[in-house]
């Protein structure tokens, strides 16, 4: 069964920074493609950054130039790394994984910055 576990969110001030780590347990073969998606109350969940097996990644256009996605295959981990955080950044962040075609999902962080 694989399991997802997330963490680094939290409270930051607009301008500042924050890293998300999501560590995937349970797996014996490769994960395909390793993501973070948002939601917001009311709203539909929607990608913010994706990579790939071949690191290939993929941003939201919001968050480009701002946010940095990155895997550590070595330990089932993604990351992202969040700049220049904005007040409408403010939701629950979820990890994805894709592993052997089949979708998992994190419990969720909350990230708020204050203005």
């Known amino acids: 069964q694989v399991q997802l576990v997330e963490s680094g969110g939290g409270l930051v001030q607009a301008g500042g920074s924050l ?3 999501c560590a995937a347990s ?3 073969f490769s994960i ?4 973070w998606y948002r939601q917001a ?4 969940r929607e990608l913010v950054a994706q990579i790939n097996s071949n690191l290939r990644t993929n941003y939201v256009d919001s968050i480009k130039g701002r946010f940095t996605i990155s895997r550590d295959n070595a330990k089932n981990t993604v990351y ?3 700049n220049s ?4 950044d403010t939701v629950v962040y979820y990890c ?7 979708d998992y999902w994190g419990q969720g962080t909350q990230v708020t910055v204050a203005s």
């Open 32 to 35: 395909s493609a390793m993501g």
């Open 80 to 82: 992202l790394q969040m």
């Open 41 to 44: 109350p009311g709203k539909q």
């Open 96 to 102: 994805n994984v894709v592993y052997r075609f089949k």
């Open 19 to 21: 890293r998300l780590s």
């Open 26 to 28: 349970g797996t014996s």
């Open 85 to 88: 955080l904005k007040p409408e």
